[in-house]
């Protein structure tokens, strides 16, 4: 039968991920004919959570404490210890193992989930959860209004099949009580799994954070047809650039706030193997970001491409800076309007650019790039996140559904002083930023305008509100240039298209 991710504590994943690693070391071990090699390759004696690591055989290329190689898909043994490893973390691994016929004692590992030390669980809770209840009164962020004492109590002894915790997820959260402009989330997945274990906190915040939108009894739906579109077509007098953007998860490895080393780099090597595969408009070259060229690195930044270790308290308390650059890198088309970051806040961020106003074409080139990634990527049998409760899964909770954002560089001097400007753009479902993004200023008048929404809406959907809202804000210039008047239009229905 599955495993319930629900019933899983912190003391029941040790024996899990033990049996992990000793699995791993046996099935490449049985590959090696070599007894030096054979005995380097040796599982190692403890097991590690997310953020520890393995400390075994050192300096040989296929051991547990070196595994770029060994998970790297151009590793004769590599190919073999990933697809175990997928294997091994699927959501049916412990009816593969009995099916096939492992031992009692192996199938015995996974299986009884109460086969637990005692001293590990005396230790663990030698304090009661009001003790480790973390102190949120000043604290203004989703996180933070939805935790309850109950919650806590009920949720901190849980942790996810890849060993990842409560008090991981809302880390971020309870180190920065808030944001001056904004409400921040203040919490973070680990693995896809952390949205089930701690769905008793995750679907409140969802709830808060997505006006509404509640997980529990809602369906979100993915529209990538681009042939919807209309009015895409933007006053490049007013809009300067238009861009959308997402990001996709690769099913069966940690998030990048829990990645270990190896799976960080085994992302690296998924997308990189599909990329290589785009043909045409979209084909393109990948910029290592631990092996890039001074004139490389140049060249990136003079094209606003390059993106940098996170400075961010939020993502760093998160845990999203470890180890950096490794296995970072930035592709892109050889035309430069089509981009994919790899592991900064996501396993991938998916962006489609250029400049002026032609928002359909950019559309048109972000679904056809996307589909055609997922399709290289299934092809070498992975699959990307998503359920039709939450849609695609990511890393944020505010970024769960499409994970999309589309958005301009519009010139609107006269209407973004107008008193009226934040609630023109809150009946239309956008926000703004400054020119360079969040906590920056608009420059000569230039506001990046995009969807507030993610979830609840298709893609489709959310490019068209975009695409109405800014021809109005547009419209809306133009009557202020002409001395006449402007009104706030009727707010947007939550969930459904206009």
């Given amino acids: 039968m599955a495993m319930d991710f629900r019933q899983l504590d912190i003391h029941s994943v040790y024996n899990y991920a033990h049996f992990r690693k000793q699995c791993e070391g046996l099935w490449v071990r049985k590959e090696e004919k070599n007894q030096t090699k054979r005995e380097a390759l040796a599982p190692c004696s403890s097991f590690s959570l997310p953020g520890d690591r393995c400390a ?10 070196n595994p770029v190689s060994l998970l790297s898909d151009t590793h004769p043994r590599g190919r073999m210890a990933s697809a175990f490893s997928k294997l091994l973390t699927g959501r049916n691994a412990s009816l593969l193992l009995a099916t096939v016929g492992t031992s009692a004692l192996a199938t015995g590992y996974l299986l009884n989930w109460q086969n637990v030390c005692a001293e590990a669980r005396e230790h663990h809770r030698m304090f009661p959860p009001s003790a480790d209840y973390p102190d949120l009164r000043k604290h203004n962020n989703c996180m933070a209004e939805c935790l309850t004492p109950t919650i806590y109590a009920k949720l901190r002894n849980k942790v996810t099949p890849n060993g990842y915790t409560l008090d991981q997820c809302i880390q971020t959260g309870v180190d920065n009580p808030g944001h001056p402009f904004i409400k921040t989330v203040g919490m973070v997945a680990g693995d896809e799994e952390s949205y089930e274990v701690f769905a ?3 679907d409140p915040v969802i709830k808060l954070r997505h006006n509404g939108y509640d997980p529990k009894v809602m369906k979100h739906s993915t529209d990538l047809d681009a042939s919807k579109i209309t009015q895409g077509q933007f006053d490049e007098r007013y809009v300067l650039s238009s861009r959308v953007r997402t990001g996709r998860s690769i099913r069966g490895l940690s998030l990048p706030p829990a ?4 799976e960080r780099r085994e992302v690296e090597n998924v997308a990189i193997m599909a990329l290589q595969g785009l043909k045409g408009d979209l084909a393109g070259r990948y910029y290592k970001l631990s092996e890039m060229t001074e004139q490389d690195q ?5 094209d606003h491409f390059l993106f940098d270790k996170p400075v961010s308290p939020l993502l760093t308390c998160a845990g999203m800076a470890r180890d950096w650059p490794d296995a970072r890198g930035i592709w892109h088309n050889y035309d430069k309007t089509f981009l994919i970051w790899i592991n900064e806040e996501d396993h991938t961020r998916v962006i489609s650019m250029e400049k002026g106003g032609n928002m359909k074409r950019v559309f048109e080139r972000f679904c056809r790039g996307l589909k055609e990634v997922e399709r290289l990527i299934q092809a070498r049998g992975w699959e990307f996140m998503w359920n039709e ?3 695609y899964i990511l890393t944020c909770p505010s970024n769960l559904g499409t994970g999309l954002r589309a958005g ?3 010139r609107i001097p006269k209407l973004s002083k107008d008193p009226r400007f934040s609630k023109i753009l809150e009946n239309l479902r956008l926000q703004k930023r400054g020119t360079g993004g969040v906590d920056t200023a608009a420059v000569a008048d230039v506001y990046d305008i995009s969807n507030t929404d993610r979830i609840g809406r298709s893609e489709v959907e959310l490019v068209q509100i975009v695409i109405d809202g800014v021809n109005y804000l547009v419209d809306c210039e133009k009557k202020l240039e002409r001395g006449q008047d402007i009104k706030v239009p009727p707010p947007l229905p939550q969930f459904v298209r206009k």
């Fill in 56 to 65: 075994g055989a050192q300096g040989y290329p296929g051991s547990l404490s």
């Fill in 200 to 202: 008793d906190l995750f």
């Fill in 259 to 262: 990645c270990t080393r190896a």
């Fill in 298 to 302: 140049q060249q990136l930044i003079d």
């Fill in 389 to 391: 409760r939450l849609g």
């Fill in 408 to 410: 301009v560089h519009v």
